[in-house]
Structures are given as C-alpha cells and as structure tokens.
C-alpha cells in the first residue's frame, strides 16, 4: 500500500516538475519538491515494512531492486536540490524515476509477494554488493537525467560559478548548473559502482569459488564500468565536455537498464548460463 | 607531420641522423610513446575492451570443467554448432566461445595495460611535482594563465593580506608565506597529496590485473562428487581426501530451503584431521584449500555431495589491489587538490590565481565567494 502511494506521488511530482520547468511558478516549484519528499518517505517506509514482512533487506528480485533505484535517485536527487537550491533539471530526473518505479510496478504478482531469500542469497555481502549498486546507478540515473536537462541548452561549457542561460530559455537549468550535476554524480557514483563490484567479487569467491567468471552479469557491470572509466577519461579533454558529455551520461543510463532488465531478457533468449538468475 | 585518427600530430626533425634505420625508429618509438600516452586513445581501447565484453557476454561461453575434458569439449562444440549453424565455426575460430582467453579481447586489453604503464611514467614527475612542490614564489605566468585568476587593489597596509589569510584558513586550506624584493607570496593548499592518489590507483589497477593473471595460470578447481559414507581425494592437493558424514536441509516455515549444510572429514595421508560445516557461502578452509557447497543428489538420509575444491594465489592479491584502488579513487573524486596562490605587491595589488583538479564548478564558486568576502572586508575597513 505505502509503495503504491508513493507511486502515486512520484507522478504527481514529475507533474508538477514539468509544470514548474515550463510556467517558473514558484509555488508549483514548492510542491514538486513537496510531492517527491513525500514519494520518497512513503517508498522508504513501504520498502522498511516490506523488509520486515520478508525477513530481510528488499532488494533482491525485478521488483524490489527497481524499487530500491527510484529510493536511490529520489535520495540523491532531493539531497542536490536542497544543497544547490536548484529545480529546474527535476523533471528530467524524475521521469526517469518514473520509468524506473513503472517497471517495478509492472511486475507480475508473482513477483511482487515477498519471499524469504534463497540459500545463496543468505548473506551480509547482499546488502553490501546490492545497496552500493543501487546508490551507484542512482547517481547514474541523475547523472542522465542532468544530461537531458543540458541538452537543449546552447550556452557553453564553462567550469564558472553558474549564471543564468544566455539564450533566455530559462525552462531549462543553465549549461554550468547540468553539468555540475552531470561531474557531482558521475564522480559520485563512480566509486559506490566500483565498491559494488569488488563485493560482489568477494561474495562470488565465497559462494561459488572464483571471484569472477564471466557470466553475463558480471560482464555487463564490467561493460558499465569501463563505460563510466571511459567518460572520465574524457571529461579532462575540452571537446567532451558540454553537451557531449551528456551524451555519454545518458548511454551510460542506457547500459544500466540493459544491465538489469536486458541481460535476464538476453540469458532466456540465447539460452546462455548464469548463476544471476535470482 | 601526419595525423593518425587525429590522436596523435608529430612534427619531423629537421635535422636528420646519421643513421636514417636511427631516424625512423627513433622518431617511431617517440610516436608510440606519445600515442599510448594520450588520454583519447586510452579511452578509445576502453571503449574497444567494453565492445568485446558486452559482444561476448551475447555468446555461451565454455565451463571450465568442459574445456578441460576433451569428449565434453566436443559435445559442447556439437550443441553450439547446431544452435549457431555455419557461424558456429567462425565464433570457435575467433575463441569467442572462450572471449576472456581469446586473442581478439586479450589485444586491446593488453595494449591497454601498455598505456595504462606508459601514461604513468609519462605523467609520474609532473604528477609528483604538483604533490611535493612547496614554491610558495612564483612566476607572473601563474597569475595569466591559471583558469580562476582575480586582482584587487588596496591602499598599501597588510590587513587586506591578514584578511586574505583568514578567509583561506576558514576554508580549510594550509598556508605557506614567502617574501621576494619587497613583493608578499602566499600559498595556499587543500589535500596537497591528492594528485598521488591518481598514481596510486593506476598502480592498484595493473596489480588488480596481475592477480586475475596470477588467478587465470595458477588457481585449479576440482569437482567431487561424494555418495553418503564415502571418501574422494583431491587430485590437485596430494594426500588430502574428504568424506561425505552428511547433508542438512534447514527450512522456512513454509518447508522452502532456507540453508545447506554438508558435514564432512578431511583425511591426509589416510588419517582424519578434522571434520567441518561447509556451508553456501561459508566455505570450509584447509591449509591453502577451499572448498565449497556446489549441490546435492539423492533424498533424504542419503544425501551424495557436490563439492568444489579450489585454490585461487591470485584472489588476495585481487581484493588487496581492489581495496587500494577504492581508497585512492575515493581520496581523488572526495579530496581533489585546489591551491589558491597570492602575490601582493607594495602598492598594494594583490593578485589570485586558483585552481583545481576535480569539482571544477564547486571551486569556481569557493573562488568567486573568496574574492566577494574580500572586497566586501575591504570595504568595511574602508567605510570605518
């Protein structure tokens, strides 16, 4: 019940996040935010009461996972818009937190009843491997969503205190407001992906006796990884920064979701062999 | 004077060498330098490394325990060649039904680790320069050339440099002074060691590589399969044998499997040494062996054990070099380097120049805040 209300909430904020971006209403800006706390502590709330009721942390599944990301990018999101005092870029996150929590509410039932964990799930690495995972890809997923924010802008890339859009578009955050998002998340998130894996490594040497095998899952978090290693490598170089370096950011959301909802699709399909299949 | 996918521009010597072979390789091996040192074609065999990845990843793979048997070899190549048709011996050829160990993903990983080496010693001494650099007096080049540059002018007394002093205290920075003719410099740094952290985690990086090498010669796993009361031995750890005392299933209330626990023996040289629990992920330790919980057959009573026997010498050096690149990555995205350098002059100009290497934007508010304390300081001083 509470998760379903703070579904219900996350779209009246994205609402009202876009009604802000295109009236600047101060007072729709306010009750966005008001709206996406609210989700925020409802989800946490549902996702405590879930925990309890299964007897363990929920994050494990295509249902509890989804929700512990849009947790994820509403915490991060709402702590850089309190701390920058900046609303404009919400719209874009906040879709994507939508799309996020509208997979999870797409799951059959089946999947939605809590169920004790499986024996090789019996382990305080889950929490460990499985949060810092899902705080990394929250990060991402801001990360995205600033990048589609700074697309349409035409300022230039400037690492200078942030000022108001030349071009009068001022639906939009200014170019130097997305792009501080954009580095903040990126090299926020970086370090909690690289965390999530080396304690998955370490759970995987504990479980299945080799700290890493190639399964597609794996190869895919490897996939992103380098991917994000990638952009920072880019970022020092003038020509990738700005709009590019958006782009980069929202590919990189992209491979996330492939990481979490295509590879499952891709490991049934090409009937291919994976000890992730839980 | 060419351009190779316009990574790299060199320009030719104008005098030549004696020796022409000289010439060429020298001004050969000076392109491969600079080319593996560059931070786009690095970037470049990451993207090439991530493309292999995930193309593998698209392809069954071959188990370990298969490659090593030749007759399960061949009906594994015979299923795949009937799901793949005539790519099937193609995909084989290329060793992408093996990726990790194949030619085409091992390259560009290997030049990967080459540049990773020469990007580091091609970057070590400014790197460390910009550490351990404590020249408090610098050129007039800083003060035009950094990207945060300010100059305010005071009347000619030094509580504009008392004040400059204390806002950069507040902010958290170190502070070195100097005077040269007459002309106050000031230094001021935040986590002056951080650029280390940069070499450090590339170093993490290849010993991270060198224990999955170590890992990919050196480490052997065994599969055992034990019926209830009986013994099998490890062949790959001699004299050392283990014997199935039996396998518990622990339940939910709801009678789904909530645990497996397997009792078993280990017996060198054909004496028991001790018994242990080998759990899912609790596995039982023996000297340099593991060994893990794999499955069970059978019903209850008499259940037959799957075990794993293994020995990784890579897998420590692979979580210590994983920890050491975790803390200085941390060390270089949390705790960047900003230095703030000041020089007045006996008129009184005081001129700033800052930079730093992460957080670009949160710096260039710090420097603009700084500079806006400053003159609204000076301008009480002078109002009173």
């Known amino acids: 019940m509470l998760i379903g209300w703070a579904y219900g909430l996350l779209w009246i904020a994205v609402l009202l996040y876009i009604a802000y971006t295109a009236l600047r209403r101060h007072w729709l800006g306010l009750g966005a935010t008001s709206a996406a706390t ?51 870029a919400g719209a874009f996150v906040l879709v994507i937190a939508l799309v996020v929590a509208g997979y999870a509410a797409s799951r059959p039932s089946g999947d939605k009843n809590p169920s004790p964990l499986l024996p090789v799930l019996r382990s305080a690495w889950l929490q460990v491997h499985v949060l810092s995972a899902v705080i990394g890809y929250g990060a991402f997923a801001v990360a995205a969503g600033a990048g589609l924010a700074r697309l349409p802008a035409r300022a230039p890339s ?41 304690a998955g490594a370490i759970w995987a040497q504990n479980a299945w006796g080799r700290y890493w095998g190639w399964d597609p899952k794996e190869t895919w978090s490897l996939v992103i990884w380098l991917w994000y290693l990638l952009i920072l490598h880019l970022r020092p170089i003038r020509s990738w920064r700005g709009r590019r370096l958006a782009i980069l950011a929202i590919i990189g959301l992209g491979l996330v979701f492939f990481s979490f909802i295509g590879v499952p699709w891709l490991v049934r399909s090409a009937q291919l062999e994976s000890l992730h299949g839980f | 004077m060419y351009n190779i996918f316009g990574l790299v521009s060199i320009k030719a010597r104008r005098k030549m060498p004696a020796s022409r072979i000289g010439f060429w390789a020298s001004t050969g091996s000076r392109l491969l330098w600079r080319l593996f040192s560059q931070l786009k074609f690095a970037a470049l065999l990451l993207l090439v490394v991530l493309l292999l990845a995930a193309f593998g990843s698209s392809l069954p793979q071959i188990p370990p325990e298969v490659a090593e048997d030749a007759s399960r070899l061949a009906f594994w190549r015979e299923a795949v060649r009937g799901k793949y048709g005539p790519f099937a011996d193609l995909l084989w050829s290329l060793g992408l039904f093996r990726f990790s160990r194949s030619a085409l993903f091992l390259a560009p990983l290997a030049l990967l680790v080459v540049s990773t080496i020469l990007c580091t010693l091609n970057r070590w001494r400014g790197v460390c320069r910009r550490a351990l650099n404590r020249d408090v007096v610098c050129p007039e080049a800083v003060f035009e050339s950094s990207p945060h540059r300010a100059r ?35 230094r001021a740094e935040r986590n002056g060691l951080s650029p280390l952290a940069t070499l450090v985690n590339h ?20 599969e055992l399969v034990i019926p209830p009361g009986e013994t099998a031995r490890i062949s790959h750890s001699q004299g050392l044998a283990l014997r199935n005392d039996g396998f518990t299933i622990r339940r939910y209330p709801s009678r789904a499997a909530a645990s497996y626990e397997a009792n078993v023996t280990l017996i060198e040289e054909g004496e028991p040494v001790r018994s242990g629990l080998i759990r899912l992920n609790m596995p039982l330790a023996h000297r340099y062996v593991r060994l893990y919980l794999r499955g069970y057959e059978g019903k209850e009573g008499a259940y037959t ?25 941390c060390v270089s995205f949390f705790l960047p380097h900003a230095c703030i350098q000041a020089r007045m002059e006996p008129e009184g100009a005081l001129h700033l120049a800052g930079h730093a290497d992460r957080q670009a934007y949160a710096f260039a508010e710090e420097f603009a805040s700084l500079i806006a304390e400053l003159r609204q300081r000076m301008e009480k001083q002078d109002a009173s």
Do not use: N
């Open chain 1, 158 to 198: 400037q690492a200078t205190a942030p000022s108001p859009d030349a071009e009068g578009r001022k639906w939009l955050p200014a170019a130097a407001d997305a792009e501080r998002m954009i580095e903040w998340s990126l090299t926020f998130g970086f370090p909690w992906l690289t965390f999530a894996i080396l």
């Open chain 1, 38 to 88: 609210l989700s925020w502590g409802l989800l946490t709330a549902g996702l405590a009461d879930r925990g309890l009721a299964a007897g363990h942390w929920p994050m494990v599944g295509r249902y509890e996972f989804p929700l512990c990301f849009t947790w994820a990018i509403l915490t991060i999101y709402l702590a850089l818009e309190t701390a920058w005092h900046e609303r404009r």
């Open chain 2, 305 to 329: 054990l799957r075990l794993l026997a293994g020995y990784d010498p890579g897998y420590p050096l692979f979580v210590i070099a994983g920890c050491i690149f975790l803390v200085s990555l």
């Open chain 2, 203 to 222: 170093f993490a990086l290849l010993l991270l590589l060198a224990g999955a090498l170590l890992s990919g010669f050196w480490a052997w796993r065994e």
């Open chain 2, 152 to 186: 305010l002018e005071a009347q000619a007394d030094t509580r504009l440099w008392q004040t400059l002093r204390e806002s950069l205290r507040e902010r958290g920075f170190r502070l070195r002074s100097a005077t040269s003719e007459g002309v106050l410099y000031l």
